[in-house]
């Protein structure tokens, strides 16, 4: 478990750890650490580094040698890693596949809290960006029936995480909000800053939907610092920072720099955050002010077609109803209908019932 938490949550610390005893390992092919630290490596790789080619090939020489001394540690570290690397590089089939192996070598020995998290990473790393919500719902209600069973926290933070995010896909706030603090409560004290990122981060998201634009703010502000304590995830930081500048405009806020934010979409190497990150910066296009619709639309095509090309479906539904914003600003009434009612489709077939209410009863409003 030491090795596992290690390598998931401070890949620098990790990596710096492993150096010294790579050649000594190599020397007296000692394959089983070997193995280990090529897991640590491809994590070092892949979540410091944002390197994803690099970090599968770690992953995989971790593989080759786990699968050839059938080292079950390995195994279980070098495919859930793989999965999560995977859908960093918007591969998400193929990322499910590695994690169901992983999933089910927890399944096989009993680790409990270990089903629990990759239960978490499927609905995280594939559910979530393919808008399959009604499959990360019922995984999430699985993880926590688990995780209450076992009596484990960890476990329970990790559950609560889940259904959380299965919440908010689902388009339930107060519920979202609930779990998600619950979750960052118990990540915090159990000092798993990597995960309270991603809760924090996931709390902004609620916020700023909730129309709690300075409250959205700080648990971007929060979920940086966080990541930053992890050395991980530099597109996850930079997203936040366009969180952090849509909620200022939002709040009516004057001091945005929207040079310096295209800037940062340019350094953001994972694929599914892209796809979202240029939504947010349509938003923020929309609403800063009258000159830049023109603009705004660019981002926003750009969004749906990034979204469109690895099946980010609950992503292209969000930026179809920006889209329709947009059109209604524009006093193009019909074509924002035409938008808002795809969007609604294809909510409706992410089993995303919470935003298909919200919307249709703004389909009913325009005019």
């Known amino acids: ?105 927890n399944v096989k020995t009993n680790v409990q809290w270990g089903v629990v998290i990759v239960k978490l990473n499927i609905i995280y790393f594939v559910y979530r960006p393919l808008g399959n919500v009604k499959l990360a719902y019922q995984t999430s209600q699985e993880a926590l029936r688990i995780a209450n069973e076992s009596g484990d926290i960890l476990s329970k933070a990790q559950a609560n995480y889940a259904l959380g995010v299965s919440y908010y896909l689902k388009g339930f706030l107060k519920e979202a909000e609930e779990r998600l603090l619950k979750s960052s409560d118990l990540l915090q004290k159990s000092n798993q800053l990597a995960y309270a990122a991603g809760a924090s981060t996931f709390l902004s998201a609620i916020y700023l939907d909730m129309e709690e634009y300075e409250t959205s703010q700080k648990f971007s502000e929060e979920a940086i610092s966080f990541w930053q304590h992890s050395s991980m995830r530099s597109s996850h930081i930079i997203g936040c920072k366009i969180f952090i500048a849509l909620a200022k405009v939002m709040n009516n806020e004057e001091d945005i720099k929207l040079n310096e934010i295209f800037c940062w979409y340019e350094n953001i190497k994972n694929k599914w955050a892209r796809g979202r990150t240029c939504n947010h910066i349509g938003k923020i296009l929309v609403n800063v002010d009258n000159h830049h619709l023109l603009e705004a639309e660019d981002w926003i095509k750009r969004s749906i077609e990034t979204n469109q090309k690895y099946g980010m479906l609950w992503n292209l539904a969000r930026g179809y109803a920006l889209y329709s914003d947009l059109c209604n600003r524009k006093g193009l009434v019909s074509q924002a209908k035409e938008k808002l009612s795809k969007a609604i489709e294809i909510f409706k077939e992410c089993g995303a019932d919470g935003w298909v209410e919200k919307y249709e009863k703004e389909l009913a409003e325009l005019s």
């Open 1 to 105: 478990m030491g090795l596992y938490y290690t390598q998931l949550v401070l890949p620098a610390a990790a990596k710096a750890a492993v150096d010294p005893i790579v050649d000594l390992a190599i020397k007296h092919n000692y394959k089983k650490r070997i193995a280990q630290i090529n897991v640590i490596l491809g994590f070092y790789y892949m979540a410091a580094n944002e390197d994803y080619p690099k970090g599968l090939e770690y992953y995989e020489k971790a593989l080759k040698i786990g699968e050839e001394i059938n080292d079950i540690l390995t195994l279980v570290l070098a495919k859930n890693a793989m999965g999560c690397c995977l859908s960093y590089n918007g591969e998400f089939e193929k990322a499910l596949s590695y994690l169901e192996k992983a999933l089910a070598i």
